[in-house]
């Protein structure tokens, strides 16, 4: 039989289990309570400013205000290059999502290129996805308002309004003013973040040289945006710096003038007033329509430029390096005078051949029979090379090559352009590094008529005649003036004092007198003279490219461009009180006075007179090469390449 047993309860027990658990679980509630008021206190008191800013970012967007580009001018306050209002479509990837999702309803409302949408791949892959990417510049206004009704189906897709660089001169100034061009990730790293929101920067010339000033500084806006991310109402600004206009030394009608004096031919020319350095006029012929790469060029008229043999895209005034030829004679026959080798009236014979010691074949002068007794002012009217030839070994190479460094030769002049190119100044020490080679004295009579290693560019070679013009060579430049709006004043850009040519005025007075013979009658160069109503001072030249004795009876017009004679003129006007210096160089132009004399002559006229010079399409072009024209400078014999040969015997 099962026997059961009762349990008594213990009510003292329960009732102190019953403590200990509301004990445990009230402090369990004041723990709870605890953290959450630590927590509350952390969000609302110690990251307070942290947590009200990223709620105040989530309502107000920061969106860039880009600055106007500043407008360049020229002298007279007309416009080279300024600003026009357009649309252009934005697309930020990472609210946009895939491409294959509104990129096809997007080509048929833009009408886009496969150029175009290959840009915009590329760049999307280069660039971070909160960055909105360019898709199309200068959307049309038809498609701006297909755009606009069906606008809610492409978030992260925007249009935007900016400043389209315009360029109304395009080719005319191609090589001076430049171009703008889109930025890439190189240029953002040299830019850095904060002009990041910059569509745009200076590629080349003038846009490139003073960029920096021309861009202005980025402002910014504080947009109060919906739960969406629409832009509500702006709730601050800080208002961007436009960049600063700036003004031209150049004149436009002086421009156009030399750029038709050229007519059908190709070169370079400059002119540049002496007494300042302010370049009037610059040319680089043929040039290229500059709008063409503000937006990105297409790839077929950029295959056009480049395979044109003339090279439009290369700027002749400051990477192009020509031989001088006869156009440096009145810079040495300074060099003779200041050096006291030379007296102006010491005379050498001319006979028309000129031999170094015990070498066969001689240097040849223009004339074949010679020009008599020469002395200093005869040399320069009659480019007698003779007179050069020994005046240059009187001289020695290295006191040669020092005056011509003086004169400004071999150095980049430091006109206010990017990639100035120094030239090449013959001397023993370039021709060991270059060649390996010991000099000759056959090498110093090349250099004294301006060939054999020669590299000038025409800003030096105008540099250096306004020099003698004015008595101060002075650093050519573009720039005269800057504001900071459109309602600031000009203020001058400040330019470095000129220097002295020479110590002697004396003999830079009996420089000039050669100089101005040139354009009289017996001169080389007269016939460009004939008829003017000022008087004018100057000198041929022609650069040799291959020997006569190859060419003697072939017409230079069936021979390839690049190995016809490069015609040169260097000139100043008026010779009482000069006001322009030109350098003219002519790419198988022939003999100076046949072709870079007549077109400077043009350009005298346009700046002394206002004449505008008529279509050149009947240029004179010298019949052959052996037919002289009075004087072609440089002399080219058909000895001159092997006497060469045997001074280094």
Same mark, same amino acid.
């Given at each position: 039989m099962r026997s059961h047993r009762r349990v008594l309860k213990n009510s003292h027990a329960e009732a102190e289990q019953f403590r200990n658990r509301a004990l445990l679980a009230f402090s369990g509630v004041v723990v709870a309570l605890g953290v959450l008021a630590g927590w509350y206190f952390n969000l609302q008191v110690l990251q307070h400013d942290e947590y009200a800013t990223r709620s105040e970012n989530n309502r107000i967007k920061l969106r860039p205000v880009v600055p106007a580009r500043g407008v360049i001018y020229d002298r007279n306050g007309r416009i080279l290059a300024d600003n026009v209002p357009a649309f252009r479509v934005d697309v930020t990837p990472e609210e946009a999502g895939a491409p294959?999702?509104?990129?096809p309803g997007l080509a048929e409302i833009f009408s886009l290129t496969e150029e175009e949408i290959e840009q915009f791949e590329k760049a999307r892959r280069t660039t971070r996805g909160f960055r909105p990417i360019t898709l199309k510049m200068r959307v049309s206004e038809d498609e701006a308002a297909r755009f606009a009704v069906d606008r809610w189906r492409y978030p992260g897709v925007e249009l935007v309004s900016y400043l389209n660089r315009r360029y109304p001169h395009g080719e005319l100034l191609s090589h001076v003013i430049g171009y /703008? %061009?889109?930025? &890439?990730?190189?240029?953002?790293k040299t830019l850095g973040e904060a002009n990041a929101a910059l569509t745009h920067i200076g590629k080349t010339g003038i846009e490139r040289s003073y960029d920096e000033a021309l861009r202005g500084q980025v402002g910014f806006e504080r947009v109060e945006t919906n739960v969406e991310g629409r832009s509500m109402r702006v709730v601050g600004r800080m208002p961007a710096m436009p960049g600063a206009d700036l003004r031209l030394s150049i004149d436009l009608d002086l421009q156009q003038a030399m750029a038709d004096a050229f007519g059908e031919f190709e070169g370079a020319a400059v002119a540049m007033d002496p007494r300042t350095g302010e370049v009037l006029a610059m040319v680089s012929l043929p040039g290229y329509d500059t709008n063409?790469? /503000?937006?990105?060029?297409?790839?077929?008229?950029y295959k056009t430029l480049i395979d044109n043999p003339s090279r439009p895209l290369f700027n002749r005034l400051v990477l192009g390096g020509v031989a001088p030829g006869s156009t440096l004679k009145p810079l040495?026959?300074?060099? %003779? !005078?200041?050096?006291?080798?030379?007296?102006?009236?010491?005379? /050498?014979m001319s006979t028309g051949m000129f031999y170094l010691p015990g070498v066969r074949r001689g240097w040849g &002068?223009? *004339?074949?029979?010679?020009? %008599?007794?020469t002395d200093l002012r005869k040399s320069i009217s009659h480019s007698v090379n003779t007179y050069y030839y020994k005046l240059a070994l009187d001289l020695g190479i290295e006191r040669f090559a020092h005056y011509m460094r003086e004169y400004g030769f071999g150095e980049p002049t430091g006109v206010d352009l990017v990639g100035e190119i120094g030239?090449? !100044?013959? *001397?023993?020490?370039?021709?060991?590094q270059m060649r390996r080679e010991r000099w000759y004295p056959g090498d110093t009579v090349n250099a004294s008529i301006g060939q054999g290693d020669w590299k000038v560019t025409p800003l030096q070679l105008v540099r250096s005649i306004a020099g003698i013009a004015d008595g101060s060579l002075r650093r050519p430049h573009l720039t005269l003036e800057q504001r900071g709006g459109f309602e600031a004043p000009w203020q001058a850009l400040p330019q470095p004092p000129g220097a002295p040519i020479s110590s002697n005025p004396e003999n830079l007075q009996v420089v000039r007198e050669g100089m101005a013979a040139t354009m009289q009658p017996g001169g080389t160069g007269w016939r460009m003279a004939l008829g003017a109503e000022y008087t004018m001072a100057g000198k041929t030249g022609t650069a040799q490219v291959t020997s006569r004795r190859d060419n003697a009876? /072939?017409?230079? =017009? *069936? !021979?390839? !461009?690049?190995? =016809?004679?490069r015609s040169l003129f260097v000139g100043f006007a008026p010779v009482e009180d000069p006001t322009i210096a030109v350098a003219v160089a002519v790419e198988g132009g022939g003999y100076g006075g046949s072709t870079a004399a007549p077109i400077a002559r043009k350009i005298f006229d346009a700046w002394l007179t206002g004449a505008m010079p008529e279509p050149a399409a009947d240029e004179p072009v010298p019949a052959t090469i052996a037919e002289s024209d009075g004087g072609p400078a440089g002399a080219e014999t058909p000895e001159a390449g092997p006497a060469v040969t045997e001074a280094r015997r």
């Open positions: 294959d999702k509104w990129l /703008v %061009g889109r930025i &890439d990730e190189d240029d953002l063409l790469f /503000v937006n990105g060029i297409s790839h077929a008229d040495i026959a300074l060099a %003779g !005078l200041d050096s006291g080798m030379r007296q102006p009236e010491d005379r /050498v &002068d223009a *004339s074949r029979g010679g020009h %008599g007794w030239g090449i !100044l013959p *001397s023993p020490e370039y021709k060991m009876a /072939v017409d230079p =017009r *069936s !021979l390839p !461009l690049h190995l =016809r004679h």
